[in-house]
């Protein structure tokens, strides 16, 4: 057994033979990410209750939440309607006495007696004439559980899976960092805590889980947050040190005349200012003697496709190979269509991988690509596979990164010898995201929309006006324009109100005689769904149900409103995604958001903002400040793991720290081999293996 194997299997049991813990405990901690004592001490409060200060029962009053130190004075037990117990107590103090019911835990009557000192903590309530407290947090002055875990002093409050009581998993927590906090091993470098003043790592848990003052709180949650960001900071800056060690074989030279030029003089249009600088940070890039990995993102229409267009002639001319991945098949056949269109006329060859190509085609295409005859080859996650191999592949371009994984990107990358990497996405990402996902990663921004691309107006309805919509809808297809209705569910659900496609769908297939109506959804069979997309983009479907499948790839400029049903189940980035499938054609456009009103506030604010703003950068920041993080991704993306204790709408300040910390010490270290970064390396190996699952 290697080391780590040995390590493992001797934390799992000390978990699992901890006081009160066993087996099936261990199960349940286990789902709330505690495998191993060290899990257990980095455990995180969600909050935390001052119950410092002790009442006295002459001073309570109905409604307050009140801790209390009362002695038993009479206890009893009744029984009503069956099996329902009910256990009375009269707790008094040399104030006065107060009356305490505890439903269905009948062994408190024998448990507790006259006399037995007690701490209570819960709300107290008039009923009738007397004071009462029902189920209260209760600790016994002789328990063996230290005086003071449960009260009189902050105490944390955790968050639960079922089968586990607030009670018990404060008590756990209490005695594991009581007796293994010294334990645990200093990860970061001495100079950088006294720089920083934080506390080690063994006052700064302590503090974590029962500080002894709110000012104590903050201190111990930056270094421990710190932390967990600077693991991610060095995972990503081991990973850009490892690729700029590389050295790649092509070479690129940019000079008059080139079929670079002759893409310019060929464009109908004009690049915009951002497409410009873009174009610069990315030929900086290539022109260096190690790989180019940079991600490149923009609004859907600010034209990126012309920016990677571009790129490919650069890289054609110097006898290099391209590589595009896209998320769908339809993606990869726009994509295919639009750079023939451009390159085809400059004598580039190019082809599509794609499963709507017969296999006897197919083949013939693969060894096109592989002998070098092909110049650019596109596809879907195709590209992928083991069959595929390219003579010279000297750049990769990943289209709608966040569909892909890092482990995705790295495989397709594995085809070439050091390519150029360019991730683009037209989902904006908001800047401590991109730090976080895609810190390995130079970015590259276009906010500059090409002139002449008109605003589509938002509006937010509720139900009642939904026959209006419909109106609308029945409108656009007399025009002879498409539409777009999403909503959130494929079937219905029972314990649901939510609408779904599927039944929609067939209610407005008699709604909307005078077009045809189609249905597209994930559950659907890939070829299915191709069909149902390509049908739509040839305006033989005139409104297409769907769900968030059409969120990336469907580029239909007839199509002219976009109805979104129950807004509040999406995010603000996916909505802004669906918005972007219309507007892209001569004619007005509009985006109409049905249900949502009068829920919480949070969600008020986010379809507010929607109807406010076409910016998918400013969208993307309130989403995140509004949802967090982990909804705004989404999905888990490979080489992805979520913080216990850093947020990352409160800690952008300290990502920043951690990324300069992170290149600072890669640079001096790059191995992490000084006995002052042992425990730091062998957090950051625990932490890929955790990535990677």
Not at 8 to 15: C, G, H, I
Not at 128 to 152: C, I, K, N, Y
Not at 274 to 279: E, I
Not at 415 to 444: C, E, F, H, N
Request: proline share 5%; charged share 25%; glycine share 8%.
């Amino acid at each position: 057994m290697n080391p780590e194997t040995l390590e493992s299997a001797q934390e799992d049991q000390q978990l699992r033979f901890q006081k009160g813990v066993g087996a099936s405990k261990a199960k349940l901690l286990a789902q709330t990410g505690i495998e191993r004592i060290e899990d257990a001490c980095y455990y995180p409060p969600r909050r935390y209750e001052d119950r410092r200060k002790f009442f006295d029962i002459q001073d309570l009053e109905s409604g307050v939440v009140a801790t209390l130190k009362v002695e038993v004075y009479a206890i009893g037990i009744k029984r009503v309607r069956g099996r329902l117990t009910i256990v009375e107590a009269k707790e008094i103090d040399s104030t006065g006495a107060l009356k305490i019911i505890w439903f269905n835990m009948p062994y408190l009557a024998k448990q507790l007696q006259p006399g037995q000192k007690l701490i209570l903590f819960g709300k107290v309530e008039l009923k009738g004439h007397q004071l009462t407290m029902t189920h209260p947090e209760m600790e016994r002055v002789d328990d063996e559980v230290e005086l003071g875990v449960h009260a009189g002093r902050i105490v944390p409050v955790y968050p639960l899976v079922s089968g586990i009581t607030q009670r018990w998993m404060r008590e756990f927590i209490y005695r594991t960092v009581r007796d293994h906090a010294a334990d645990l091993e200093e990860s970061l470098p001495p100079k950088l805590i006294k720089a920083k003043g934080w506390p080690g790592i063994h006052e700064a848990i302590r503090t974590l889980h029962f500080p002894q003052d709110e000012a104590d709180l903050a201190p111990a949650q930056q270094r421990l947050a710190f932390e967990e960001l600077l693991i991610l900071q060095l995972a990503l800056a081991q990973r850009r040190a490892q690729i700029q060690s590389k050295r790649k074989p092509q070479k690129y030279v940019l000079k008059k005349g080139s079929l670079f030029d002759q893409m310019i003089e060929r464009l109908p249009f004009g690049l915009t200012g951002d497409q410009k600088q873009v174009l610069d940070e990315l030929f900086t890039d290539m022109l260096q003697p190690y790989p180019m990995q940079r991600l490149l993102q923009g609004d859907v229409g600010c034209g990126k496709t012309i920016v990677m267009i571009l790129l490919m002639a650069v890289v054609v001319e110097a006898k290099g190979q391209v590589a595009l991945m896209a998320p769908t098949e339809l993606l990869a056949e726009q994509h295919f269509a639009t750079i023939s269109k451009y390159l085809g006329p400059l004598g580039i060859s190019v082809t599509l991988l794609s499963q709507s190509v017969s296999a006897a085609e197919r083949r013939v295409r693969q060894e096109a690509v592989a002998n070098g005859e092909v110049s650019i080859a596109i596809g879907t996650h195709a590209l992928m596979q083991d069959a595929i191999a390219f003579k010279s592949l000297s750049f990769v371009i990943v289209d709608e990164q966040h569909k892909f994984g890092v482990m995705q990107r790295a495989k397709l990358v594995a085809k070439g010898k050091a390519p150029d990497v360019l991730v683009v996405t037209a989902t904006p990402i908001p800047r401590t995201l991109a730090l976080s996902l895609y810190g390995d990663l130079d970015v590259s921004t276009i906010r500059e929309m090409p002139p002449g691309r008109k605003p589509i107006k938002t509006h937010w309805v509720g139900e009642t006006e939904r026959q209006r919509v419909y109106r609308a809808i029945h409108k656009q297809i007399e025009l002879g324009r498409q539409v777009f209705i999403v909503y959130p569910l494929v079937d219905e659900k029972e314990d649901s109100d939510l609408k779904s496609a599927t039944k929609m769908s067939e209610r407005l297939r008699v709604e909307f005689k005078e077009g045809k109506v189609g249905l597209l959804h994930g559950k659907m069979k890939p070829i299915d769904k191709e069909t149902t997309m390509q049908a739509f983009a040839r305006n033989e479907i005139q409104v297409l149900v769907s769900t968030i499948v059409v969120e990336v790839g469907l580029d239909v400029p007839n199509a002219t409103l976009m109805v979104i049903e129950h807004p509040e189940r999406f995010g603000l980035a996916q909505m802004h995604q669906l918005r972007g499938r219309i507007g892209r054609g001569p004619h007005p456009s509009a985006c109409i958001l049905i249900g949502g009103k009068g829920k919480e506030a949070g969600q008020n604010q986010r379809l507010k903002a929607f109807t406010q703003s076409n910016d998918g950068f400013k969208l993307a920041e309130t989403d995140m400040e509004i949802r967090g993080p982990g909804e705004l991704i989404g999905r888990r993306q490979s080489g992805w793991a979520p913080f216990r204790i850093a947020d990352l709408v409160r800690d952008l300040t300290w990502l920043e720290n951690a990324r300069v910390e992170a290149h600072e010490i890669i640079k001096e270290d790059p191995e992490l081999a000084s006995p002052d970064y042992s425990v730091l390396r062998h957090r950051l190996n625990r932490f890929r293996k955790q990535a990677q699952h």
